[in-house]
C-alpha cells in the first residue's frame, strides 16, 4: 500500500479513515471524484428488483428504502469497481465485516468484482465471487465480468436480508408495486383497483386471519364471481401485509408465462432448475423469510393463468409449502375453481391443501362505505334510483361505470333512465372477454332469441341451434364467468341460460336486436300492439320508454298525455286565478314552471299515481315514469322532482271518461288548502301582529338555539329583537351540526367512534369531550365571523323546516322594520301565565286583553281573507258580515276542589256594526231577549241579526280547533285567525264545488 496508509492517529474514526488516508489514496491512483460515490443512496440489484439503499436509520426514513451503509463505492467507465468497507481504528477485523461488505458487492449492479475492508492499520482485499483473499497486484480492472452461482447469490441476499428485518419487506414491496403497475391506478386510469375506492371485506378479513393463525393448510382459495373485486381485495391484502412488516411476493394470473416457481426464481435472480424446481425454490424462500416471519405468495386470477400443467404445479407448491413458513393465496372465478379442485371427480392437492373464502356481496355496512367513498372520489352527490341501489349492491362492476358515466356526463341522480350507462355498461362487459365481436353476437343471438319466445330464460341446446354450434363447440364461456350470462338447471336438469342482469338484456333487445329507437312511429306501434299482459316483452318495452325520444314516448302514451295536459293546465290556471298568494305554498311549492308527472301503466294504456313537479329550464312539463303497479315502492318519481304521488279512482287513469274539473278541486285544491290552514301555512303577508307573534314564540319555544336572544331564566324575549341577529343563530345552529357530524365521521373513520349495524340501520354512540364540544363551537364562531361558509352535505328536517318558516315571516316583515321593540301586548305574558296556572285574574286585564285580542283578530282575519282568497272572500262568513260588531260576556269563573280556576265562560255576540267600523267590546250588560223577536241589547242600545257562539277564556290558550297543535303553540291570535277560518272552510268547500261544478 501508500505512505497515506503508514500514517497513525489515536482515536481514529470510520470517518477519519476515509477523508485521511483512502479518498487520498484514490485520487493518487488515479481514480477521478466523480467515480467515487459515498455513503448515499445506491441502487441494489436484488434479483429483478432494483432497490434503493439508503444512508442510515432515521423516523423520517422512507418506507421503500433500504436501511444499511455502503461506505465508498468506486467506479470506472460507469461500471461498479471496488467497495471499500471502513471500520473504526483498534476494531478488530472479522469475517462478519467481510461477508458483511462481500454482499453489498454482490448486489450492486452490474457486480462490483473487488471488495476492501480496513480498520486504518489492516487492509484486506478480496475477491467479490469467491470471498477469497487475493493479493493488490492481481487485479484486473479491463474486462471484468461476472456471474454468481445461485448459492453464492443466496448468500448474499440472505446477509443482506439479515442486516435488517425490514429489508426484505422493502424488497417485497418493490416487487408487489412493480406486479400491481398492471392493476392499480388512480381514478382517471381506469384500472381495476383503486385504493380510495376500495372497501376491504370483513368476511373476507376473518377468512384470512384464520387462514393465518388457526389453520395448519398452507393455501387460501379466494372464490368469487366476475366483477365481485376479488383482484382488488387481492392487491389490498398483498398492501396490508407489507404495512404490517409481513413480505409478500405478487404475482398477476393473466401475466405469468410459466409456472410460479419460476417467476419467483426470476425475481431473485435464482437458475436452478429440474423436477425439485418447487421444493428448491420454497427452501430458498423460506431461507429468506427466516423462522420468524411466514413469507405470502399472493397468485390473483389463477384461471387467466395460461399454463398447461397450472394445476399440477400449483400442487406442487402447495406440496412443498406446507411444512414450510411459507402461506400462498390465490383467487379464482367461481365458474372455473373446479378446474383446480377436481379431475376426473377426484379432489386435487390444491382442493385438499387450501382453505375456501367466499367473495360475496357488500354487506349493507360495506356497501354504504363503498357509496361514501365513490362519492368523495368522483365528487358526486346525486341520488340513487332504489332499483340501482339494489342491484349495485351485488355488482361493484355496476356501481363503477355508473360512477364513471356520472362523471363525465350531466346524471343529476343515478337511475336506469340513462342511455349513456348501458352503452357503457355493454361496452365493458364485453371488452372483459377476449373476442369482443364473438361476445356481442352471441349476446345479440341470446337477447332476440328471448324477445322472440317472450321468456327469460331459454334452453342451452335452442342457443346453441340458433349459433349454428357443432357439437364439440360451447357458448363462449367467458360471458358466464364475467356474469353476463347466467347458466342454471330447470326441475328436469336441463341445462338453460338467462341474464345475470335482467335490464342489460332488455337494453341488447330495444337497441340491438330489434332496435327500436330506429323505428318508424307506426312501426313501434305494431310492435308494442303485441303486449298485452305482463311478460318479458312488456319488461324490454318498459326500458325502453324510458330511454326513448320524446317521439316515440307518445306512441305509448298519447292520449294519457293529452288529458294530463289538460289536467295541468287547469290546476295552475285555477291557482293563479284564485289562489295567487298561495302559488308557492301549492305543489309542488315552487315560484317557477310546475309539472305534471305520473306512473304510466305501459300494459293497462293509463296512468297509476300521479302529482306535479317543479320544472327546469329543459324539463318536459308532462313527464311519465313507465310502472308495473299502482303507486310502486320506487323512489324514481322523488328523484324526478316529485314530494309524492296520489291516486283516486274517479280519475279512471286518465283515460277517456276523466272529469278533470272536479278531479283537481276535488282531489288537488281543497285537500291542500285544508291542510294548509291546519298548518298555519296561508300567506300572512299583510298581517303584523301575527307574523311577530309567530317569530317572539318561535324564538322562546327553541330555547337552546336562541338562548342569547332570552332573558336569563329563557321565560322572555330580551327586547329588541333584532331579525338577522334571529337568522345568524340559525345559521349558527347548522354551522355546529356540520362541523359535529364532520369530527364524529372523522373518528368513525378512525374506529374511535364504532358503528353497531342492525342489517342496514346503523347507530353509534358519539360520547364527544369538553374539548371537542367546544372545537366545534370555535369551528362555528370562526365562520360567522369570518362569512367563509362550508359546504353543507346533511340534511336536518327540524332544522330546515324551523329555517323556512322563519326566514318566510321575517322576509315579509323586513320591508317595514327590521326588529321587535316590545311585546305586541303587555300584560299578555301574565295572563297567560296565571290562566295556565289556574290563578285569579283581575277583570280589567282580561277586558283589556281580550278586546286587543278580538281587535286585532278582526283586522289580521280581514287581511288574510282577502290576501289568499281575494275571488271567493265572499264566501268566508265573518267576512262577509264585515263591518262587524262583537260583544264579549264573561262569566263566573268555576274552581276546582282546590280552589284553582278551571273554566271562566266566554260568550260572543256577533252582529252588524252601527258605526260601520269593526269594533269589539266586554260588556257586564247586555240581555238576550227571545220573547217578541230575536234581539239582544247593551248599553241601551238594541242589536238584532245576531248569532252567538260559546267557549271559554281557557280555550282561547288550550284549544287546538282542528289544527296542528305544533305549529300554533302559544300563539293565542294565530290560533284564533286560523281556527276562525277552519271551521267557515267547511261552507267554503260546498260552495266552491257548487259553483264550479260542469
Known amino acids: 500500500m501508500n505512505c497515506y496508509f503508514l500514517e497513525k492517529l489515536s482515536a481514529v474514526t470510520e470517518e477519519d479513515i476515509k477523508v485521511k488516508y483512502v479518498?487520498?489514496?484514490?485520487?493518487?491512483?488515479?481514480?477521478?471524484?466523480?467515480?467515487?460515490?459515498?455513503?448515499?443512496?445506491?441502487s441494489l440489484n436484488i434479483g429483478r428488483q432494483s432497490v434503493i439503499v439508503g444512508v442510515g436509520q432515521t423516523k423520517t426514513r422512507k418506507r421503500d428504502t433500504i436501511c444499511c451503509r455502503l461506505d465508498i463505492l468506486v467506479k470506472r467507465n460507469g461500471r461498479n469497481l471496488l467497495i471499500f468497507e471502513t471500520k473504526a481504528d483498534g476494531l478488530q477485523l472479522t469475517d462478519d465485516d467481510r461477508d458483511q461488505a462481500i454482499s453489498y458487492a454482490r448486489l450492486v449492479h452490474p457486480i462490483a468484482p473487488y471488495t476492501?475492508?480496513?480498520?486504518?492499520?489492516?487492509?484486506?482485499?478480496?475477491?467479490?465471487?469467491?470471498?477469497?483473499?487475493?493479493?493488490?497486484?492481481?487485479?484486473?480492472?479491463?474486462?471484468?465480468?461476472?456471474?454468481?452461482?445461485?448459492?453464492?447469490?443466496?448468500?448474499?441476499?440472505?446477509?443482506?436480508?439479515?442486516?435488517?428485518?425490514?429489508?426484505?419487506?422493502?424488497?417485497?414491496?418493490?416487487?408487489?408495486a412493480d406486479e400491481l403497475r398492471i392493476v392499480k391506478g388512480a381514478l382517471i386510469d381506469g384500472r381495476k383497483y383503486v385504493p380510495e375506492l376500495h372497501v376491504p371485506r370483513s368476511a373476507i378479513q376473518k377468512d384470512v386471519e384464520e387462514f393465518f393463525y388457526r389453520s395448519s393448510l398452507p393455501g387460501l382459495l379466494l372464490i368469487g364471481q366476475s366483477g365481485f373485486g376479488k383482484t382488488c381485495?387481492?392487491?389490498?391484502?398483498?398492501?396490508?401485509?407489507?404495512?404490517?412488516?409481513?413480505?409478500?411476493?405478487?404475482?398477476?394470473?393473466?401475466?405469468?408465462?410459466?409456472?410460479?416457481?419460476?417467476?419467483i426464481a426470476e425475481v431473485f435472480s435464482w437458475t436452478f432448475n429440474g423436477p425439485d424446481l418447487p421444493i428448491q425454490v420454497v427452501r430458498h424462500i423460506a431461507k429468506l423469510a427466516g423462522r420468524s416471519k411466514t413469507l405470502t405468495i399472493i397468485v390473483d386470477a389463477i384461471d387467466e393463468w395460461i399454463y398447461t400443467y397450472r394445476v399440477n404445479h400449483l400442487s406442487s407448491l402447495l406440496s412443498a409449502a406446507e411444512n414450510n413458513n411459507i402461506k400462498i393465496i390465490a383467487s379464482c372465478k367461481t365458474s372455473a375453481v373446479e378446474q383446480f379442485t377436481s379431475v376426473r371427480g377426484n379432489p386435487t392437492k390444491i382442493e385438499i391443501l387450501t382453505k375456501k373464502a367466499e367473495t360475496g356481496a357488500f354487506s349493507d355496512r360495506e356497501f354504504f362505505s363503498a357509496i361514501d367513498k365513490y362519492r368523495q372520489a368522483y365528487q358526486f352527490s346525486g341520488n340513487f334510483e332504489d332499483a340501482v341501489l339494489k342491484e349495485a349492491s351485488s355488482n361493484p362492476f355496476l356501481l363503477r361505470v355508473f360512477f364513471d358515466v356520472a362523471q363525465n356526463s350531466s346524471l343529476k341522480h343515478l337511475t336506469f333512465s340513462s342511455a349513456e350507462f348501458f352503452d357503457a355498461y355493454f361496452r365493458r362487459s364485453i371488452s372483459r372477454t377476449a373476442d369482443e365481436r364473438q361476445a356481442e353476437y352471441t349476446l345479440k343471438a341470446i337477447a332476440g332469441l328471448l324477445y322472440q319466445r317472450n321468456t327469460d330464460q331459454i334452453l342451452e341446446d335452442d342457443i346453441r341451434t340458433s349459433l349454428g354450434l357443432r357439437v364439440n363447440e360451447s357458448i363462449m364461456e367467458e360471458l358466464f364467468e364475467y356474469g353476463i350470462l347466467l347458466r342454471s338447471e330447470t326441475e328436469t336438469r336441463t341445462s338453460v341460460v338467462s341474464f345475470y342482469f335482467q335490464q342489460l338484456r332488455d337494453y341488447i333487445v330495444a337497441f340491438k336486436v330489434q332496435r327500436f329507437n330506429a323505428m318508424s312511429q307506426q312501426q313501434l306501434a305494431d310492435e308494442f300492439e303485441q303486449v298485452t299482459e305482463l311478460c318479458v316483452k312488456a319488461d324490454i318495452f318498459t326500458l325502453y320508454y324510458r330511454l326513448a325520444s320524446s317521439k316515440h314516448k307518445i306512441v305509448f302514451d298519447k292520449y294519457v298525455r293529452e288529458?294530463?295536459?289538460?289536467?295541468?293546465?287547469?290546476?295552475?290556471?285555477?291557482?293563479?286565478?284564485?289562489?295567487?298568494?298561495?302559488?308557492?305554498?301549492?305543489?309542488?311549492?315552487?315560484?317557477?314552471?310546475?309539472?305534471?308527472?305520473?306512473?304510466?301503466?305501459?300494459?293497462?294504456?293509463?296512468?297509476?299515481g300521479y302529482g306535479f313537479r317543479s320544472l327546469g329550464e329543459t324539463d318536459n312539463e308532462v313527464h311519465?315514469?313507465?310502472?308495473?303497479?299502482?303507486?310502486?315502492?320506487?323512489?324514481?318519481?322523488?328523484?324526478?322532482?316529485?314530494?309524492?304521488?296520489h291516486w283516486t279512482g274517479s280519475a279512471c287513469g286518465f283515460r277517456d271518461g276523466i272529469n278533470i274539473k272536479s278531479e283537481v278541486i276535488n282531489y288537488e285544491l281543497l285537500p291542500q288548502l285544508e291542510q294548509l290552514i291546519k298548518e298555519g301555512l296561508l300567506n300572512e303577508s299583510h298581517c303584523p301582529e301575527m307574523l311577530v307573534e309567530f317569530i317572539v314564540e318561535t324564538v322562546l319555544r327553541n330555547k337552546v338555539i336562541f338562548k342569547e336572544l332570552l332573558s336569563v331564566d329563557g321565560l322572555s324575549i330580551r327586547y329588541p329583537l333584532k331579525y338577522d341577529e334571529v337568522l345568524k343563530k340559525l345559521l349558527r345552529e347548522r354551522l355546529i351540526r356540520h362541523y359535529r357530524e364532520e369530527l364524529i365521521s372523522t373518528k368513525k373513520r378512525s374506529g374511535e367512534i364504532k358503528e353497531i349495524w342492525d342489517g342496514s340501520i346503523v347507530s353509534y354512540f358519539s360520547n364527544l369531550t369538553a374539548e371537542e364540544e367546544k372545537q366545534i363551537l370555535d369551528a362555528a364562531e370562526d365562520s360567522l365571523n369570518s362569512g367563509h361558509l362550508p359546504k353543507f352535505h346533511a340534511r336536518y328536517g327540524d332544522l330546515d323546516k324551523l329555517e323556512s318558516s322563519l326566514v318566510r315571516v321575517i322576509n315579509s316583515?323586513?320591508?317595514?322594520?327590521?326588529?321587535?321593540?316590545?311585546?305586541?301586548?303587555?300584560?299578555?305574558s301574565k295572563v297567560k301565565t296565571d290562566v295556565t296556572r289556574g290563578h285569579t285574574i283581575s277583570d280589567d286585564d282580561v277586558k283589556s286583553y281580550l278586546v286587543w285580542l278580538y281587535s286585532v283578530?278582526?283586522?289580521?282575519?280581514?287581511?288574510?281573507?282577502?290576501?289568499?282568497?281575494?275571488?271567493?272572500?265572499?264566501?268566508?262568513?265573518?267576512y262577509s258580515e264585515m263591518p262587524i260588531s262583537i260583544h264579549l260576556v264573561l262569566g263566573s269563573t268555576e274552581k276546582n276542589h282546590f280552589g284553582r280556576n278551571t273554566f271562566t265562560p266566554l260568550d260572543k255576540y256577533f252582529s252588524e256594526s252601527q258605526n260601520n267600523i269593526n269594533e269589539v267590546k266586554v260588556v257586564d250588560d247586555l240581555v238576550w231577549n227571545t220573547d217578541d223577536c230575536w234581539h239582544f241589547s247593551s248599553g241601551g242600545i238594541k242589536f238584532q241579526n245576531f248569532r252567538v257562539t260559546q267557549t271559554s277564556l281557557e280555550f282561547l290558550f288550550f284549544s287546538r280547533s282542528g289544527l296542528i297543535n305544533d305549529a300554533f303553540k302559544e300563539m293565542t291570535l294565530r290560533k284564533l285567525v286560523y281556527g276562525t277560518i277552519a271551521n267557515e272552510f267547511k261552507v267554503f268547500k260546498k260552495v266552491l264545488l257548487t259553483q264550479f261544478k260542469d
Open 813 to 828: 316583515l323586513n320591508t317595514t322594520n327590521i326588529e321587535i321593540n316590545s311585546p305586541l301586548f303587555d300584560g299578555e
Open 624 to 645: 311519465f315514469m313507465p310502472a308495473q303497479q299502482v303507486l310502486g315502492k320506487s323512489n324514481l318519481a322523488y328523484l324526478d322532482g316529485a314530494d309524492q304521488l
Open 857 to 878: 283578530f278582526l283586522e289580521n282575519y280581514k287581511s288574510i281573507i282577502e290576501t289568499n282568497f281575494p275571488t271567493l272572500k265572499q264566501h268566508f262568513q265573518i
Open 23 to 42: 479518498l487520498p489514496w484514490l485520487e493518487q491512483a488515479g481514480i477521478a471524484l466523480h467515480e467515487i460515490q459515498l455513503e448515499r443512496t445506491f
Open 116 to 176: 476492501v475492508v480496513t480498520n486504518g492499520s489492516d487492509y484486506r482485499l478480496y475477491d467479490s465471487v469467491t470471498k477469497a483473499r487475493i493479493d493488490p497486484k492481481d487485479i484486473n480492472i479491463r474486462g471484468y465480468g461476472i456471474v454468481l452461482p445461485d448459492e453464492d447469490i443466496l448468500d448474499a441476499q440472505l446477509l443482506f436480508f439479515a442486516l435488517n428485518p425490514d429489508n426484505l419487506v422493502t424488497f417485497c414491496r418493490s416487487q408487489v
Open 563 to 608: 288529458n294530463a295536459t289538460r289536467y295541468l293546465h287547469f290546476y295552475t290556471s285555477f291557482v293563479q286565478q284564485h289562489f295567487p298568494a298561495l302559488r308557492e305554498v301549492f305543489t309542488p311549492q315552487t315560484e317557477g314552471r310546475i309539472g305534471f308527472i305520473g306512473e304510466l301503466l305501459l300494459v293497462k294504456r293509463c296512468l297509476g
Open 233 to 263: 381485495e387481492m392487491c389490498w391484502l398483498a398492501e396490508s401485509l407489507l404495512d404490517a412488516g409481513n413480505p409478500v411476493l405478487f404475482f398477476n394470473g393473466s401475466a405469468l408465462e410459466a409456472g410460479i416457481t419460476e417467476a
